[in-house]
T-cell receptor, first 114, second 109 residues
């Protein structure tokens, strides 16, 4: 079934540890996104990529990095996790970065930093 | 700054009609999206508006007024499975989505 796969589903992590959240899509979408979702707040964009080989910063990029080596994969790395990064992380993709195409979301990664 | 406002929570009765409002102030406008999100799940796309007027899709309709910075999602013949959060998002001048915090819709029998 075509779609977006995120891993892990959930994780508990000690503060200061490094963590990479994985995201893979098989829809051949050009644009990919990482969001965090916190209670009472809207989805906030962390980083995005409009095409393989390019990335951009979103609203809340500090403490996170991404890479886009190919069309399918868009990993998100927390270099040194802090408790304020406890959140639900969603990866999304769309056919292109502009136009009217909707974004499609993975099932999310629930991350707790202790 | 950029801002999307939606009611935090609404309650409606099974079989009835409910209207969820969204007002926005963004730097530019390149379309408005509505998504549905069940608890613990991913958001799923419902509708898209870029021109003023009403877009109908089955039991769901979405309306846009660009001059007023206003949209609503209309849900008819409510079913228990419609209990979810409804997210309004506006694509700004940079083609990034700005998201509202969502409206939690509770359906009662």
């Amino acid at each position: 079934i075509a779609g977006i796969t995120q891993a892990p589903t959930s994780q508990i992590l000690a503060a200061g540890r490094r963590m990479t959240l994985r995201c893979t899509q098989d829809m051949r979408h050009n644009a990919m996104y990482w969001y965090r979702q916190d209670l009472g707040l809207g989805l906030r964009l962390i980083h995005y990529s409009n095409t393989a080989g390019t990335t951009g910063k979103g609203e809340v990029p500090d403490g996170y990095s991404v890479s886009r080596a190919n069309t399918d994969d868009f990993p998100l790395t927390l270099a040194s996790a802090v408790p304020s990064q406890t959140s639900v992380y969603f990866c999304a993709s769309s056919l292109s970065g502009d136009g009217n195409q909707p974004q499609h979301f993975g099932d999310g990664t629930r991350l707790s930093i202790l | 700054g950029q801002n999307i406002d939606q009611p935090t929570e609404m309650t409606a009765t099974e079989g009835a009609i409910v209207q969820i409002n969204c007002t926005y102030q963004t730097s530019g406008f390149n379309g408005l999206f509505w998504y549905q999100q069940h608890a613990g799940e991913a958001p799923t796309f419902l509708s898209y508006n870029v021109l003023d007027g009403l877009e109908e899709k089955g039991r769901f309709s979405s309306f846009l007024s660009r001059s007023k910075g206003y949209s609503y999602l209309l849900l008819k013949e409510l079913q228990m499975k419609d209990s979810a959060s409804y997210l309004c998002a506006v694509r700004d001048s940079n083609y990034q989505l700005i998201w509202g915090a969502g409206t939690k819709l509770i359906i009662k029998p």
